[in-house]
T-cell receptor, first 113, second 118 residues
């Protein structure tokens, strides 16, 4: 089975840097995705990691350590519009060769002035 | 705009009723996924279709069913509705159906249907 843990809530200041952690246990790991979801809206894709290391995309970076079952999303130069939930999702083998995404419950980030 | 279209945006109905939610995937995407998101739960995977065929089932109740049509749009049917079925239902689509090893193609989500059971 799959299990994903991430903090429920975080608060950070506008202009600062915040790191959102995600730990996972999964069978047949095949990639980790981060999504951003504003309240009541659709999740939108932020980043993808399948190999160990850091992937950088503008103000957002994501890191993966497969041996530790650990990832983090780093948000730099925080803006008020970054206030949202951040979902960690792991693609693993759900059986019969089918790889599905299992989502964590999300981390609600509040950016304050 | 993700390119995934879901209708209706809101649906209010009573217990015991049946509803149908509709999803049109992004142009070129062959895989469709359905998810349920309630307040205290994360996104829960329900079912996946690829090019008209069911590929994977998640935590989908027997009261729920889905299908994907030749034009690739999909419908999720929810019957004998209960109060606990109130949730946001999302459809997502992707190019590949999940067996592409190390595929970096993400799932793209529609705006969801908010279902309220009274």
């Amino acid at each position: 089975g799959q299990n994903i843990d991430q903090p429920t809530e975080m608060t950070a200041t506008e202009g600062a840097i915040v790191q959102i952690n995600c730990t996972y246990q999964t069978s047949g790991f095949n990639g980790l995705f981060w999504y951003q979801q504003h309240a009541g809206e659709a999740p939108t894709f932020l980043s993808y990691n399948v190999l160990d290391g850091l992937e950088e995309k503008g103000r957002f970076s994501s890191f993966l350590s497969r041996s530790k079952g650990y990832s983090y999303l780093l948000l730099k130069e925080l803006q008020m519009k970054d206030s949202a939930s951040y979902l960690c999702a792991v693609r693993g083998d759900s059986g019969a060769g089918s790889y599905q995404l299992t989502f964590g419950k999300g981390t609600k980030l509040s950016v304050i002035p | 705009d993700s390119g995934v279209t879901q209708t209706p945006k809101h649906l209010i109905t009573a217990t015991g009723q049946r509803v149908t939610l509709r999803c049109s995937p992004r142009s070129g995407d062959l895989s469709v996924y359905w998810y349920q998101q309630s307040l205290d739960q994360g996104l829960q995977f329900l079912i996946q279709y690829y090019n008209g065929e069911e590929r994977a089932k998640g935590n989908i109740l027997e009261r729920f069913s889905a299908q994907q049509f030749p034009d690739l749009h999909s419908e999720l049917n929810l019957s004998s509705l209960e109060l606990g079925d109130s949730a946001l239902y999302f459809c997502a689509s992707s190019v590949v159906w999940g067996q592409a090893i190390n595929s970096n193609q993400p799932q793209h989500f529609g705006d969801g249907t908010r279902l309220s059971i009274l």
